[in-house]
């Protein structure tokens, strides 16, 4: 009879300390075996001391993150092939591509170059951004017609615009675009 009790008082002794190591085990999980949460914003750059502009702008990014608490998803093209073939996939077909790149998943909006702290704010909000095309001059075509005015049937009106680029857009992407416009009203 001492001898079962003293088994029982042994082996839940055993117990208690096997769950115990287990849950320190939990937490001290690798970084890389950790599940990765979403997060609709991403930061396209080079490791540090590579480029000041991608040095400036983490800078940025670190103290929105601090204000507002909200996590950007950091991609290294130069260390990760992964991120290399999306940044490229982003910038397909854009002249003007300067680095580093910040790329909002949910509003489709991106920002090139290094950006103020307000612009970036506005990004990682899903904000509409101004237009950075602003500062260029307007591009004229010579041999055209006369005072350079579209045909009637060349012009969209902005529903039919807005159905197509909709048509584009995968279910995530379109149910982003309704929450962005239930929070602009």
């Not at 040095?55 to 103290?63: G, H, L, N």
Request: proline share 4%.
């Amino acid at each position: 009879m001492l001898r079962s009790s003293l088994f029982t008082i042994l082996l839940t002794a055993f117990a208690v300390a096997l769950m115990q190591s287990s849950m320190a085990d939990a937490a001290s999980v690798p970084a890389f075996l950790k599940k990765k949460t979403y997060t609709p914003l991403l930061f396209f750059k080079v490791p540090k001391g590579t480029m000041d502009e991608c040095d400036d702008m983490e800078k940025v990014i670190k103290s929105l993150e601090k204000e507002h608490d909200i996590k950007v998803q950091r991609l290294d093209i130069m260390r990760d092939r992964g991120a290399r073939k999306l940044y490229e996939k982003l910038v397909e077909g854009n002249l003007r591509s300067p680095f580093p790149l910040l790329y909002h998943r949910e509003s489709l909006q991106r920002v090139y170059g290094l950006a103020d702290e307000d612009m970036v704010r506005s990004w990682s909000k899903g904000r509409l951004l101004p237009d950075q095309n602003e500062n260029e001059k307007e591009v004229t075509v010579l041999g055209g017609e006369d005072g350079g005015s579209v045909p009637e049937e060349e012009e969209m009106d902005m529903e039919e615009l807005e159905m197509e680029m909709d048509a584009e857009l995968t279910p995530m992407q379109r149910r982003g675009k309704e929450a962005m416009k239930r929070r602009m009203e």
